[in-house]
């Protein structure tokens, strides 16, 4: 048993944001799970403050300025339930935008049920690239052995038509139009550089993490325990 995706992805492109927050609905499915949530800004003028919701702890896992672009934000966030009734999510930035892009993507993410414990594995990996067709996201490694561990990226383009995606353990779901691509791997077992296809020639750049689930504690079985207070006991 290993990391797996739950439902769609949650995905919105806005333009001309001029308010200091934007929102969606996150509806986790079981406690225990996660939410991998990739914010886009364009401007370097303030930066998120928080993320909050009724039903989620939220924390932020990075922040890069590609240095292909010289106005885009990418963050990630992990929102961790504490409660299974759908809420809204506020995403808030220090100051109003001044009229800028948004680009919100998030993915709940389950794996071994309450008390499953997540965790960052590595540095964020980056991905600066030149004018192609070829949309490269950042290369990573996991270890090699194990259910694997669970890739997350967001990649930033100029324009054209997201279409293909490789390798093909990886999963690029339909992002909102004009968004950039988004890729992920629940099971990552060693290194990957996933790619997808646009249809102009452009540059583009992203970021991507690594992160680890770690199933709780088993409690002792009832009669492994019995026997040891029994031992004790007899001291």
Known sequence: MGISGVGQLITSRNTGVTAQ???????PTTMGNA?????????RTTAVSSVASSNATWSR????????????????????PTGTAPATVTVTWGAALPSVTVELDAQEFTAYGPGTTWALDGALGIAENGAS?????????????GA?????????????????GAPASFTFPTVNASAGPIAYNPALLGAATPTITVS????????AILLA???PAS???????????????LR
């Open 35 to 43: 939410f991998l949530l990739s914010i886009v800004y364009s401007t």
């Open 219 to 233: 409690p002792p079985h009832p009669a492994l325990a019995r026997q040891a207070l029994a031992r004790g006991a």
């Open 21 to 27: 927050t934007a929102t969606f609905t996150a509806d």
């Open 148 to 164: 694997g561990e669970l890739y997350w990226g967001k990649c930033l383009y100029t324009a054209g038509t997201l279409s293909g």
């Open 200 to 207: 102009a020639s452009g540059p583009s750049a992203g970021s």
């Open 61 to 80: 896992l990075s922040t890069r300025q590609p240095t292909t672009f010289s106005t885009p934000t990418l963050e990630h966030w992990i929102g961790i």
């Open 133 to 145: 067709t070829t949309i490269t996201f950042p290369t990573m490694t996991a270890p090699g052995a």
């Open 213 to 215: 689930a770690t199933a």
